[in-house]
Nanobody
Framework: QVQLVESGGGLVQAGGSLRLSCAFS????????MAWFRQAPGKEREFVAR?????????AYADSVKGRFTISRADARNTVYLQMNELKPEDTAVYYC??????????WGQGTQVTVSS
C-alpha cells in the first residue's frame, strides 16, 4: 500500500522561505517520478514541479514558480522535497505530493497548508 505524507507547511511572510517534505512508503521509491501540486481556495489543483525517477535528475516547473522553487529527492530517505523561496501571497494553497508510476499520478498525499501573508 502506497502512502505519502507531506509536512513542512505553515505561515510565512511574503519574501520568506519554506521547505516541504513528502515521505513515501509502500513501493520502491527511486523508480517513480514524483511531483508537487497545489490548490488554492476556489481554484483547481495545479501542477507545481516534477522530478523524474531513477535519479535521472530531470525536473520540470510551472512558469509561476520557476527560479523560486526547487524540487529534489533523497532516495535513501524515500523523501521528495520542495524548497520554496521568495514566497508570494499568491503561493498560498494546500500543497500535495503525488507519485507517477508510469501511467499518470496514481497516488496522492493528504496535503499541507502553506499560507503567505503580505
Amino acid at each position: 500500500q502506497v502512502q505519502l505524507v507531506e509536512s513542512g507547511g505553515g505561515l510565512v511572510q511574503a519574501g520568506g522561505s519554506l521547505r516541504l517534505s513528502c515521505a513515501f512508503s509502500g513501493r520502491t521509491f527511486n523508480r517513480y517520478a514524483m511531483a508537487w501540486f497545489r490548490q488554492a481556495p476556489g481554484k483547481e489543483r495545479e501542477f507545481v514541479a516534477r522530478v523524474d525517477g531513477w535519479s535521472g535528475g530531470n525536473t520540470a516547473y510551472a512558469d509561476s514558480v520557476k527560479g523560486r522553487f526547487t524540487i529534489s529527492r533523497a532516495d535513501a530517505r524515500n523523501t521528495v522535497y520542495l524548497q520554496m523561496n521568495e514566497l508570494k501571497p499568491e503561493d498560498t494553497a494546500v500543497y500535495y505530493c503525488a507519485v507517477d508510476p508510469g501511467a499518470g499520478y496514481a497516488y496522492w498525499g493528504q496535503g499541507t497548508q502553506v499560507t503567505v501573508s503580505s
